[in-house]
């Protein structure tokens, strides 16, 4: 009863270093995001993916990169970590989006410092 | 404008208490919507969907306004367990993205 995890749950870095936030989920669900939580502008959508090696963009996915190989697994690559990006990440999870009976399932989160 | 707004609150309420929050979204194209509900440093859950007719679910409930483009949780009989951060979703048009507002925070007093 796994569900959706996420690894590591926190994480300190320094500036420049690279850094893979995993995310992987049990339910075979088709979709899968990745959010980015700050105070003051809530949760803001870095990158979704609607199938294992599609995957799009959102609302802030500069200085981000993510790859799905596999239908269960949406890693989220910082390729230069800097300071902005100091946040709490979630991952999420949906069967079918967009429909009033489909919620996101979420990921305990990631807590990144980056100094 | 942000694309959904929600006051931040903290509301702050007595135990037994009719607390009503209100998100507003800007695309009127938008058609799905959701309350998610976020306890400290925790993920996420949702509460509930919002139907276009309203729904209800125990104390809580739900409602749609498309005309005025908002939407609305009501909560009955508070308890100190709804102390928590409420956040409103608005699916971005048909595109299966999830706009979330910045949350309203409540705290329900003894």
């Known amino acids: 009863d796994a569900g959706i995890t996420q690894s590591p749950r926190y994480k300190i870095t320094e500036t420049g270093r690279q850094v893979t936030l995993m995310c992987h989920q049990t339910?075979?669900?088709?979709?899968m995001f990745w959010y980015r939580q700050d105070l003051g502008h809530g949760l803001r959508l870095i990158y979704y993916?609607?199938?294992?090696?599609?995957?799009d963009k959102g609302e802030v996915p500069d200085g981000y990169v993510v790859s799905r190989s596999k239908t269960e697994n949406f890693p989220l690559t910082l390729e230069s970590a800097t300071r902005s990006q100091t946040s709490v990440y979630f991952c999420a999870s949906s069967e079918s989006p967009g429909l009033p009976s489909n919620e996101q399932f979420f990921g305990p989160g990631t807590r990144l410092t980056v100094l | 404008r942000k694309e959904v707004e929600q006051d931040p609150g903290p509301f702050n309420v007595p135990e037994g208490a009719t607390v009503a929050f209100n998100c507003t979204y800007s695309n009127s194209a938008s058609q799905s919507f959701f309350w998610y509900r976020q306890d400290c440093r925790k993920e996420p859950k949702l509460l509930m969907s919002v139907y276009s007719s309203g729904n209800e679910d125990g104390r809580f409930t739900a409602q749609l306004n498309r005309a005025s483009q908002y939407i609305s949780l009501l909560i009955r009989d508070s308890k100190l367990s709804d102390s928590a951060t409420y956040l409103c979703?608005?699916?971005?048009?048909?595109?299966?993205?999830?706009?979330f507002g910045s949350g309203t925070r409540l705290l329900v007093r003894p």
């Open positions: 339910w075979s669900h088709s979709y």
């Open positions: 993916s609607a199938a294992a090696d599609i995957t």
């Open positions: 979703a608005v699916e971005e048009d048909s595109s299966y993205k999830l706009i």
